[in-house]
Each structure stands twice: as C-alpha cells, then as structure tokens.
C-alpha cells in the first residue's frame, strides 16, 4: 500500500494482514526499487523492517513473522542487512482498523 504522499510503501503479511515493512526509510524511493529489481526481490534494510509488529531473523537467515510466514532471507552485503522477501509474502491487505 503506497502511502497518500506516494513518499512510502507498506508492505503487510499476506496471512494476517499486519504492517511487516516501510519503505524507503533512510534513503530515496529510487535507490530502494534499483536495489530491489537489481536482485530481483523487494530488498529492505534494518531501518525498514517493523521488529514490533514481528518480524524474526533466525540463525539460519530465514527471515520469518512470528504469526508463522516464511519471509524471505537476510543476505547481507557490504552496506549492512538486507531482507530478500519474497513479495507474495507481503502483499497482504491491512488488518481492518490498522
């Protein structure tokens, strides 16, 4: 869901309609869809991801909800953490009233 300035992306679980990622955070909505298409993954960094609302890393990489959805992975590079998610994952609706 695009956000009513067209500044910011909200991406939620596609099983229980929460908030998972917002996106860009700390830089340019264009250097987030070439990082992104460039792997051909929504790619989020650490500023991005919505810990609150339950998003896990686990030791392995997998990147999970705590609600039980597979993610994506972390693959990290040399500017830090970067989520790999799967889109189907996040294309949720948002939970009616959120």
Known sequence: KIDK?????IFYD????????HAPQGRSMKDFLEESKSHG???F???EVLWD?????LKNGEAVSLD???LGHNLPDRSGNRY????VCVAGNPTEGK
């Open 5 to 9: 300035k067209g500044e910011k992306i």
């Open 14 to 21: 596609s099983n229980t309609g929460k908030a998972l990622f």
């Open 41 to 43: 993954w929504p790619s």
């Open 45 to 47: 960094r650490d500023e």
């Open 53 to 57: 609302n339950g998003v896990r890393c």
């Open 68 to 70: 039980g959805t597979h």
């Open 84 to 87: 790999c998610i799967n889109l």
